[in-house]
């Protein structure tokens, strides 16, 4: 038996696997909740937007962190990184941000899912 990489908690539906679940087009990316000490262990999350349903998944970013292509950054202080807008702390921004910070990669890979063409 195959282990599936996502259910549903309120309707129980069955993603295979990722791209499966990026390609649902009632799967709705909501933002990316931050874990500072650890941004791998922080969340994507996403609403199952389905009559009867509207459930919130929260995935770990580290199921995302191949989508990712350029450099990791080790820096996550934003008081070091001039121009910081801030995005990361605002979990319901998907705003792309471009700068060298630890979050970079987090930034980048909310913009890929957040343009993956749906079904």
């Known amino acids: 038996m195959s282990k599936e990489f996502k259910e549903c908690t309120s309707c129980h539906k069955i993603w295979k696997d990722r791209n499966e679940l990026l390609a649902d087009g009632n799967m709705i990316l909501d933002g990316y909740q931050v874990n500072y000490g650890d941004l791998v262990a922080g969340f994507f999350l996403f609403t199952h937007d389905v009559e009867g349903c509207g459930s919130t998944l929260a995935i770990p970013a580290?199921?995302?962190?191949?989508?990712?292509?350029?450099?990791?950054?080790?820096?996550?202080?934003?008081?070091?990184?001039e121009g910081c807008p801030g995005y990361c702390g605002e979990d319901?921004?998907?705003?792309?941000?471009?700068?060298?910070?630890?979050?970079?990669?987090?930034?980048?890979?909310?913009?890929?899912?957040?343009?993956?063409?749906?079904?």
């Open 62 to 81: 580290g199921e995302f962190l191949d989508m990712h292509e350029g450099p990791m950054f080790d820096d996550m202080s934003k008081e070091n990184v």
């Open 92 to 119: 319901k921004n998907l705003a792309p941000c471009g700068k060298k910070c630890e979050c970079s990669y987090v930034r980048d890979v909310l913009d890929k899912v957040n343009h993956w063409q749906k079904k």
